[in-house]
Structures are given as C-alpha cells and as structure tokens.
C-alpha cells in the first residue's frame, strides 16, 4: 500500500531557530500534500495544502511566512518552521491525498517538535 | 465555518460494543472517514463512506447519512488494544477536516 515516510520523528530546537521537516510517498506520485498540526489531547488541525510545483494554500490563521512549505518534487514535501518559539512545540503531520483505493488519505508518522 | 462533534470521552468493557458518533457542518463534503489514533502516532485509516449507509470492515462499521449530516462508527468485540482516540473525518472540498476526536478507554 501506499506509504508516506516522515522525517525526523523527533526534534529540539533552540528559540530563534529553523527545522525542517520532510515527507516522502515512497511508492507513488503525491500531486497534493496536506500538513496538520496536533497539540496534546487535541484534533488535527489541517495547516496548508501544497501542490507539487505550486505555492502552497495556507488555512486562516496560519503564518506562510512563519511555515514555509516546499513541494518541489511528487515525492517530496517539506515544512519548515523558522525562527521558533515554544508555542510552536507541537506534534506535525503531513498527509499525502487521494492515494486510492480504500479512499484514505495516508499520514506519515508524525515528527515531535519540542522548542526549548 | 466548518465543524464536527464528537463526544469527548467513551468508556466500554472488553468484548461489548461502542458507537462513536459524528455530526459535522462543512463548506463542501464528498464523503466521511473514520481514524484510529494511538497516543504518540499517527492516525490510520479506518473506514469511509461516500454514500448513505453502513460500511462493515471487520470488527469495525461506519454508517453515514447525508441528509442528516450524521455518521458514526461502531465497534464490536471490544479489545484493550483498542483503547485510543478516534477521529471522524470529512473530505471536503479536496482536503480533509477532522473533528475533535473521542477517547475510547475499553476497561477489563
């Protein structure tokens, strides 16, 4: 089936600095990937959705400036939070959509963000 | 705007059956999914309906009406292993918006 691998699962970073954080569809072509973010006990809120070689559509309230993404290629997806803060520790997840068959959308496994 | 209910919090014994229901409001729907998430993973694939009625998967089943706006999941045969959050989902206009999720603790 159709897998998405996310990297890393885990990362600290510094106040002030930039992680970036990678999708890969490992077996097929992902025309459109979402990026949720996840607070402790909470839903999966849907931050952007890119599109292969197009710029990526942000939901209201979302900084662009402050996450950048980049879908440069079919199998590759990128978020990069700059200049963090400890309100942007959070669980962030990207979604590859419409893979098909059982008309799931397939996640990656999810990268820890913690910001000291 | 956009919204999907859920209950908070559901607690059932180990071999009974439990249904999680979900209301949802949205811009634009082409069908309703259900998650599976564990703490610290990702959530999985469960189920889908684009059409009314009932989907059986297994131990597990989703039901949709669209004209009520209503859907819910239903779980036979309870096991520990099943203790985690759900997540009812709704396709919406080329992306995927998901409600506020209902913790499932399945008691021995």
């Known amino acids: 089936g159709a897998v998405v691998s996310q990297h890393p699962s885990r990362v600290i970073c510094k106040s002030g600095t930039s992680v970036k954080i990678e999708c890969r569809s490992l077996?097929?072509?992902?025309?459109?990937m979402f990026w949720y973010r996840q607070f402790p006990k909470q839903s999966l809120m849907l931050m952007a959705t890119s599109n292969e070689g197009s710029k990526a559509t942000y939901e209201q309230g979302v900084e662009k400036d402050k996450f950048l993404i980049n879908h440069a290629s079919l199998t590759l997806s990128t978020l990069t939070v700059t200049s963090a803060h400890p309100e942007d520790s959070s669980f962030y997840i990207c979604?590859?959509?419409?893979?098909?068959?059982?008309?799931?959308?397939?996640f990656g496994s999810g990268t820890r963000l913690t910001v000291v | 705007g956009q919204s999907l209910e859920q209950p908070s919090e559901v607690t059932a014994v180990e071999g009974a059956i439990v249904q999680i229901n979900c209301t949802y409001q949205t811009s634009g729907f082409y069908g309703l999914s259900w998650y599976q998430q564990h703490d610290g993973g990702a959530p999985t694939f469960l189920s889908y309906n684009g059409l009314d009625g009932l989907e059986e998967t297994g131990r597990f089943s989703s039901f949709l009406s669209r004209s009520d706006s209503y859907g819910y999941l239903l779980l036979q045969e309870l096991q520990m292993k099943d203790s985690a959050s759900y997540f009812c989902a709704v396709d919406s206009s080329y992306k995927l918006i998901f409600g506020s999720g209902t913790r499932l603790l399945v008691r021995p």
């Open positions: 077996d097929f072509q992902a025309t459109t």
């Open positions: 979604s590859a959509g419409g893979t098909g068959g059982n008309y799931g959308y397939t």
